[in-house]
T-cell receptor, first 114, second 111 residues
Framework: DGGITQSPKYLFRKEGQNVTLSCEQNLNHDAMYWYRQDPGQGLRLIYY???????QKGDIAEGYSVSREKKESFPLTVTSAQKNPTAFYLCASTQPLGGDEKLFFGSGTQLSVL | DQQVKQNSPSLSVQEGRISILNCDYT??????FLWYKKYPAEGPTFLIS?????DKNEDGRFTVFLNKSAKHLSLHIVPSQPGDSAVYFCAVYNRDDKIIFGKGTRLHILP
C-alpha cells in the first residue's frame, strides 16, 4: 500500500540534544512538507521541499533543519536551538502537477522534552 | 498575519442536523481550497476540495461552497453523525507556493 510513514511515534528529547524525525513516502510525490501542531495553533509549516535537493523555509523554521537527498525521504532535525520543541509533528506529501492537489499525511510524531 | 482564518474554535451540532464550518481567506490568487479532518494523535485526512473556477463541490454527505467575491469557504455536513466529531482544517493552495492551514474548528456531534 502506498503511503507516508513517520517514525518514531513518540520521541523524547533531553536538553541540548538534537533529534531527527523520519518521514518516508512511497507515493512517488515530488513535494514534501513538515508541519507542527500545537493546541489552538492549527498546523504551522516548518519546511517544505518541492523537489529533490531543494527545500524552503516555512513560517517557523528557526531551530529546525531538513535534507532532501532522496525523493522518498524528508527527515526533520529538531536542534538544540529550538527552545519549545514539544509538539505533534506531521509530515505530508503531494504531487504538485497532479491537478487535484491534496496533501497526504503521515500518522505523526509526538515529541516531548525530558 | 493569518492568510486563512477559521473564526470558530469549536462548534456543537445535534446528530442528524447540518454542520456548517466556515473559513475566510485573504488572497484572491489561491488556486485550490481543501478541507481536512483530524482525530487526536493522528494525521489529518483529506475530505473534499474545490478549485477556484468552481463554486460548489459535493461528495456524499460533504459539500464545499466557495464564494470568491467574499473570499469565503464553507463545509456542510448533512446529516451529521457521531463519527464526524473531530477537528476540521481549512487549507488553501497556490500551485506555485505552499499549502496554508487555518487553526481548525473542533466539531462536536451531540447525541
Amino acid at each position: 500500500d502506498g503511503g507516508i510513514t513517520q517514525s518514531p511515534k513518540y520521541l523524547f528529547r533531553k536538553e541540548g540534544q538534537n533529534v531527527t524525525l523520519s518521514c518516508e513516502q512511497n507515493l512517488n510525490h515530488d513535494a514534501m512538507y513538515w508541519y507542527r501542531q500545537d493546541p489552538g495553533q492549527g498546523l504551522r509549516l516548518i519546511y517544505y521541499s518541492q523537489i529533490v535537493n531543494d527545500f524552503q523555509k516555512g513560517d517557523i523554521a528557526e531551530g529546525y533543519s531538513v535534507s532532501r537527498e532522496k525523493k522518498e525521504s524528508f527527515p526533520l532535525t529538531v536542534t538544540s536551538a529550538q527552545k519549545n520543541p514539544t509538539a505533534f509533528y506531521l509530515c505530508a506529501s503531494t504531487q504538485p502537477l497532479g491537478g487535484d492537489e491534496k496533501l497526504f499525511f503521515g500518522s505523526g510524531t509526538q515529541l516531548s522534552v525530558l | 498575519d493569518q492568510q486563512v482564518k477559521q473564526n470558530s474554535p469549536s462548534l456543537s451540532v445535534q446528530e442528524g442536523r447540518i454542520s456548517i464550518l466556515n473559513c475566510d481567506y485573504t488572497n484572491s490568487m489561491f488556486d485550490y481550497f481543501l478541507w481536512y479532518k483530524k482525530y487526536p494523535a493522528e494525521g489529518p485526512t483529506f475530505l473534499i476540495s474545490i478549485s477556484s473556477i468552481k463554486d460548489k463541490n459535493e461528495d456524499g454527505r460533504f459539500t464545499v461552497f466557495l464564494n470568491k467575491s467574499a473570499k469565503h469557504l464553507s463545509l456542510h455536513i448533512v446529516p451529521s453523525q457521531p463519527g464526524d466529531s473531530a477537528v476540521y482544517f481549512c487549507a488553501v493552495y497556490n500551485r506555485d507556493d505552499k499549502i496554508i492551514f487555518g487553526k481548525g474548528t473542533r466539531l462536536h456531534i451531540l447525541p
